[in-house]
């Protein structure tokens, strides 16, 4: 059981150049995740998505943008790169039950480490 | 804009000691989580604690909510080198997006 799976795991970018993260999980969670986590400032949640088709802005949205075509793959793109996207990307999901279970235990994948130069 | 504020931010102890990591905030949270974070790797949780007031023990580390479920501590009883990582706290809004606020996080160091 692989259970979320991030590429690649380090990438340099020159500034303006455009990359996508690729983020799969395999366990038929409903809910995915993208963080970015800079030293000392913990996780910042960019973009969710609560099932396929629907996605939605976290705390840092700029400069990123998501799509959610199946349940499990949740890519996120990086249009324009640019210096202040330099940081470590963390992929993640978790299962909500129709009950509507609001603790759940989010599974992260390994991380992207991105450089924009 | 929900904050939660960690402290220390870092701690570098000897093995056997003993370590009081906090996580606070100014808000409300309906649940409280506790991640550990090693080098390369995504964080892995530890523990949820949802009741204000409760405690709950995991072998040598005791995490408890605060009665007003602002504040959350985790304590590590005689700590061992492979307790080393960051540790982040993560409060839960409650909602059906079960989106998380992080803390910024407690690097612990462990020396032998």
């Known amino acids: 059981n692989a259970g979320v799976t991030q590429t690649p795991k380090f990438r340099i970018l020159k500034i303006g150049q455009s990359m996508t993260l690729q983020c799969a999980q395999d366990?038929?969670?409903?809910?995915m995740y993208w963080y970015r986590q800079d030293p000392g400032m913990g996780l910042k949640l960019i973009y969710y998505?609560?099932?396929?088709?629907?996605?939605d802005k976290g705390e840092v949205p700029n400069g990123y943008n998501v799509s959610r075509s199946t349940t499990e793959d949740f890519p996120l793109r990086l249009e324009l790169a640019a210096p202040s996207q330099t940081s470590v990307y963390f992929c993640?999901?978790?299962?909500?039950?129709?009950?509507?279970?609001?603790?759940?235990?989010?599974?992260f994948g390994e991380g992207s480490r991105l450089t924009v130069l | 804009t929900q904050l939660l504020e960690q402290s220390p931010q870092f701690l570098s102890i000897q093995e056997g000691e003993n370590l009081t990591v906090y996580c606070n905030s100014s808000?409300?949270?309906?649940?409280l989580q506790w991640y550990r974070q090693e080098p390369g790797e995504g964080p892995v949780l530890l523990v949820t604690?949802?009741?204000?007031?409760e405690v709950k023990k995991l072998k040598r580390l005791t995490f408890q909510f605060g009665d007003a479920r602002k504040d959350s501590s985790l304590h590590i009883t005689a700590a061992q080198p492979g307790d080393t990582g960051l540790y982040l706290c993560?409060?839960?809004?409650?909602?059906?997006?079960?989106?998380?606020?992080f803390g910024t996080g407690t690097l612990l160091a462990v020396q032998p």
């Open positions: 993640a999901s978790s299962y909500q039950g129709a009950s509507g279970r609001v603790t759940g235990e989010l599974f």
């Open positions: 366990m038929n969670h409903n809910y």
């Open positions: 998505s609560v099932g396929a088709g629907i996605t």
């Open positions: 808000s409300v949270f309906s649940s």
């Open positions: 604690v949802v009741t204000g007031g």
């Open positions: 993560a409060g839960g809004g409650g909602g059906a997006t079960n989106k998380l606020i």
